[in-house]
Every structure is written in C-alpha cells, then in structure tokens.
C-alpha cells in the first residue's frame, strides 16, 4: 500500500515516558567504549558518579520507544524488516542531566521519494516534568521498497569534508561483546545479539548498532576537539553509511571548521564507512 502523504506528514506519533538515573547513563557510556582506561581521571568522569557528566549523544536512548510507535500511524503501512535507520540528529538545549523523566512528543515532518525507497523525517522534543525541553532528535528512516510516488526526492547531504587532511584523527578499539553490552541500553534487536537472525539479514555475525558507532564517534570528538567539555556541543547530525563488526576500530577523522567540526569515521580493518555527511556543531559561546 502506498504512503498517504496527507495522512502521514504533519502526522503526531504517540508520546512515550522515559527516565534515566546515574546508573543508566554510565551503562550507556561502557556500551560505547568509555572507561577503557579506568584510571584516566577523563575516563572516569563517564564512568563514575563522583564526577559523572552526560555524552550528548546519549539524548537518542529515552525517544527509542517512539520508533515502535511509528507502526501505528495511518497511512503508512510499514514492513519492519525493510525499515533501516539512515540518519540521526540530535540538539541540546545544555548539558543534559545525570538523572531526570520526560515526555517525548513526535511528529513525522517530512517524506521523501528515494527512488527504490522512502524516507520518512521524524522529530523528538523530549520534555521534563517543568515543561522545559531537554533535547530534540530528528531521525531519518529508509523503508525499502515505499519509493516511486512521485514525491520531491529532498535535499542532498551535506557536511562534505574540505579538500585537505583532517585536524585530528582518533582510533576508538571496540570489544567483542560491545553489541551485547550497548544492546543494555534498550535497543534489543536481535540483529546485534543474535548470530541466526545477523545471517538471515546478510551478516555473518551480529554487527554494532548503528547509534552506538554514533556514540563511539560522539564522544572522540568531545573529548579530541572539546577537551572533554561535554556541554559545548550544541548539535550532531551524521548519516550511517555502514556497520561495525564488534573488535573492529573506529577511525573518527575530524576537520575542524568555524562552528563545526566535520565528520568521517570508518573501520580500520576493512575501511569501510560507517559514518558520514557528519559534524558536531559548536555552542555559541553568546
């Protein structure tokens, strides 16, 4: 059945709760590699409550219930298994806090025709129990197979690289097990745990999810271009462009910019993209 564009831009999705304490936001940081090294004071400051700030990444976890609720929107009849997650963007109204609950209000802004697919545009204010709006995510959503309506195909991607060698470079070494442990922040696809299903999907194993390379990225360019200072991110927007096998390392190059840093990340070992049209934008110091 074809997407209702009446029906479904402008559309509100139903609203989820969410909270998080110390506990979940240190969870978070181990399950994209913060800690490594446990003696490193920076290290800690991920990872121990004494000192404890808040990746701004870790805004896509308390909106992830919003992209069940997606299924039940009128007219958009969606195939779970063709859904993939192209893009991301988060912004942060400041540092977010070690503990707090919101409300995350959605709605579908935009659908674009991609030919052989569809992308459905997606934003999240979440909102805590003041009515202040902590964060806001935008995702972007590929559905094989829901192209050739005819609609207007959106812009192009942008946060091209410049022509010339990157400012920085950071390897970040990811485990094994990273999937298993990042799955613990409420993203229970199989895909990433499960080695029957990864292979039904066209893995030979399970791959990292895409929002922990998001986070693996995020935080090498807080800590290599903001040293360390987590509120002086502002936005992030990258598109995923390829997975991560768990062990594998990935390689973040930065280019730093006026108000952004650009962004290019892949893995060492196949050099294949896994991140890109990418960048953190800085916080007006205004």
Request: net charge negative; charged share 20%.
């Amino acid at each position: 059945m074809p997407i209702d564009l009446e029906k479904v831009i402008g559309a509100q999705i139903e609203t989820t709760e969410a909270s998080w304490n110390q506990d979940d936001v240190i969870l978070y940081h181990l399950g994209v590699g913060a800690g490594a090294d446990p003696v490193d004071v920076n290290e800690l400051e991920y990872v121990y409550e004494a000192n404890l700030k808040v990746l701004p990444s870790y805004a896509s976890i308390p909106p992830f219930g919003v992209m069940i609720n997606l299924l039940g929107v009128d007219g958009l009849d969606i195939n779970p298994a063709m859904l993939l997650h192209g893009e991301q963007e988060i912004e942060v109204k400041g540092p977010i806090p070690t503990s707090a609950s919101v409300t995350n209000r959605a709605r579908i802004t935009d659908v674009f025709d991609k030919g052989k697919g569809a992308t459905v545009h997606i934003e999240v204010d979440s909102v805590d129990e003041s009515g202040v709006t902590l964060f806001t995510n935008r995702s972007t959503i590929f559905l094989r197979g829901e192209g050739g309506f005819g609609g207007p195909s959106g812009p192009s991607p942008g946060n091209r690289p410049p022509d010339r060698e990157p400012d920085r470079v950071i390897e970040s070494p990811t485990l094994p097990q990273q999937a298993l442990l990042y799955r613990l922040s409420g993203d229970k696809n199989p895909l990433h745990a499960d080695p029957v299903f990864a292979a039904f999907g066209g893995f030979d194993r399970p791959i990292l999810h895409g929002l922990c390379s998001y986070g693996i990225v995020c935080k090498a360019v807080v800590d290599a271009m903001f040293d360390g200072e987590v509120g002086a991110v502002d936005r992030y927007v990258a598109r995923f462009s390829g997975a991560v096998i768990p062990g594998e390392t990935v390689v973040t190059s930065m280019w730093e910019l006026r108000d952004r840093v650009v962004i290019e990340a892949s893995t060492m070992e196949r050099a294949t993209s896994v991140i890109s049209n990418a960048a953190v934008m800085k916080r007006s110091e205004g």
